[in-house]
């Protein structure tokens, strides 16, 4: 009887090493080889909400693939067990497996102070999350989340999820908006618009307003555009430019004058100091010397008389 068995025990021995082999094959073919790569771990401490990320979705550096999230999980239940419950920060903590060469700490370090963040994005309608590293220009808004606890793997911080910032932006605006004096707001608005009402009509007292104003400005304009038309504008200007050619020819008459006059002081004064010589050498020659010449003052600016008649 068990040698009928025998061949039954090879068959399925045989089956079951070939279903072995082809499920390696098939973790070989569809894991890309991934299992024989280099790879280290990171991890990272989020504070929202992180539907829609599970262990393997992608880890990308600038949109390409360099990991995977191999797991998902509370800093209560894996770094604060100690902690009291009330105590406890519960971040969510995402672990990666990124393939490559190992880092160092102090080259992760590095990468760190250079803005280096990690964050959750979408894939799109599909609303697959993934974890998504980059350089953040704006990663000094947001700081790293604290903890007391050391980490089991390298930690690089985590910026808000986009969609949760948006989210929380609604809501900000919207509790503002709750907030708002309304009936106050209507009552200023009222307001101003009372005051607009004055400031075009007036009040009646001082305050004439801003139509009283346009319409003598505009009965202002007719009187100008009337006198235009009439040519009296065109009279008044030569008018103006006969009283400046007057003015001319009196103040080139009184240059004249004043010429003439000048020259007949001068004279005056040279006869004056020849008397005063004479009389204080020879004051005597005053009194008993014969009378002096008669002194004749030029008239009217002539300078062709001597001006002394014998």
């Known amino acids: 009887m068990s040698n009928n068995s025998n061949p039954n025990y090879f068959r399925l021995g045989v089956f079951v090493l070939s279903a072995i082999g082809v499920l390696v094959a098939v973790i070989l073919i569809f894991g890309s080889g991934q299992l024989f790569k280099k790879s280290f771990l990171i991890e990272t401490y989020i504070k929202q909400s992180v539907t829609g990320l599970d262990a393997g979705a992608a880890v990308r550096f600038r949109g390409v693939k360099v990991g995977q999230v191999?797991?998902?999980?509370?800093?209560?239940?894996?770094?604060?067990?100690?902690?009291?419950?009330?105590?406890?920060?519960?971040?969510?903590?995402?672990?990666?497996?990124?393939?490559?060469?190992?880092?160092?700490?102090?080259?992760?370090?590095?990468?760190?102070?250079n803005n280096l963040r990690a964050r959750i994005k979408s894939m799109g309608i599909t609303g697959v999350n993934y974890v998504e590293f980059d350089f953040s220009s704006n990663a000094a808004e947001y700081t790293p989340l604290p903890y007391s606890w050391k980490p089991a793997d390298p930690v690089i911080p985590s910026l808000p999820n986009q969609a949760d910032e948006i989210i929380s932006g609604i809501q900000k605006l919207v509790s503002s908006m709750g907030q708002l004096n309304i009936d106050g707001t209507q009552k200023k608005f009222d307001t101003l618009l009372t005051?607009?009402?004055?400031?075009?009509?007036?009040?009646?007292?001082?305050?004439?307003?801003?139509?009283?104003?346009?319409?003598?400005?505009?009965?202002?304009?007719?009187?100008?555009?009337?006198?235009?038309?009439?040519?009296?504008?065109?009279?008044?200007?030569?008018?103006?430019?006969?009283?400046?050619?007057?003015?001319?020819?009196?103040?080139?008459?009184?240059?004249?004058?004043?010429?003439?006059?000048?020259?007949?002081?001068?004279?005056?004064?040279?006869?004056?100091?020849?008397?005063?010589?004479?009389?204080?050498?020879?004051?005597?020659?005053?009194?008993?010397?014969?009378?002096?010449?008669?002194?004749?003052?030029?008239?009217?600016?002539?300078?062709?008389q001597s001006g002394v008649q014998k």
């Open 70 to 113: 191999t797991m998902i999980g509370l800093s209560g239940d894996i770094y604060e067990k100690d902690v009291p419950f009330e105590n406890r920060r519960q971040y969510v903590v995402v672990r990666m497996q990124i393939f490559g060469d190992k880092l160092t700490e102090t080259q992760i370090e590095d990468f760190v102070k």
């Open 195 to 304: 005051n607009l009402n004055a400031l075009m009509v007036g009040d009646g007292k001082s305050n004439q307003g801003i139509t009283n104003s346009v319409n003598e400005l505009n009965t202002l304009m007719a009187r100008i555009v009337k006198v235009t038309d009439k040519g009296e504008l065109e009279i008044l200007v030569r008018e103006l430019v006969a009283t400046m050619v007057s003015l001319r020819q009196t103040v080139t008459s009184i240059q004249g004058d004043t010429g003439a006059t000048i020259e007949n002081l001068k004279q005056t004064t040279e006869y004056l100091n020849e008397f005063s010589r004479i009389a204080s050498q020879s004051p005597s020659s005053l009194i008993w010397s014969e009378p002096p010449p008669k002194i004749v003052l030029p008239m009217n600016g002539t300078q062709g």
